[in-house]
DNA sequence: GCCTATGGTAAGTACTACCTTACCGTAAGG
DNA sequence: CCTTACGGTAAGGTAGTACTTACCATAGGC
């Protein structure tokens, strides 16, 4: 929901490594275990820290789960870089022109 | 330098608070300890890893040190985040329109 | 040359969080 | 109804990390 919890769900190269599993589209948690170096287990509870910063949504299909991106999480973050960004952008100009409060 | 480190840079909530502090432009280390709840020192190890990431630079001014925002790991960070987002817009839309592989 | 201000580094500690194994719940098939 | 497949949860071990205090280096004023 917020971009504090996407920024803290994401600088986990493992989750990364999940969340990114499914730039293609819906996957089962089974599938994305298979894929990587850790147990089903871990793979859930990433799965379940992203769910809670909006970055993952959940969709059962009888007894599996297929997990896909959600783009709630994704807006937030990218509002909170994007905001940053246009905020440094003038700050850099104004310190190039002489602008900025030196000294 | 890439947005993996940049990530795990802003995940902590006192190192943001460092980060966010520069929005204004450059501040001296003591300055910006003062106006958080940690000690000089820990300001000085977020400050490292802000550096490392390409987030912050450093600009000598006698014997103290300004930090500013750098643009560097911003911009890796921005590119990770749109790249992510577009892409989400597209499974998205497809999603939408029945396009997307189901089953 | 000495003293002070500023801040980086070292060493130690406490806490967080990531991973594992074990266990449990539930849906589908025979 | 029993078995199997799938996956979430609990409990515990371990490694990483964020903080502190103590120390050291350097620039500038007197």
Not at 27 to 39: F, K, Q, T, Y
Not at 76 to 86: D, S
Request: net charge positive; proline share 3%; hydrophobic share 40%.
């Amino acid at each position: 929901m917020t971009y504090e919890s996407a920024l803290h769900a994401l600088a986990d190269p493992t989750r990364r490594a999940v969340f990114e599993r499914l730039r293609g589209g819906a996957v089962a948690v089974g599938r994305i275990a298979e894929e990587l170096p850790v147990s089903r287990p871990a793979v859930s509870q990433h799965l379940r820290v992203l769910r809670e910063a909006g970055l993952v949504r959940e969709r059962r299909d009888g007894v599996r789960r297929l997990y896909s991106v959600d783009l709630e999480g994704l807006r937030a973050l990218r509002r909170y870089v994007e905001g940053f960004w246009n905020e440094a952008l003038l700050a850099f100009k104004a310190e190039a022109e002489g602008t900025g409060k030196k000294r």
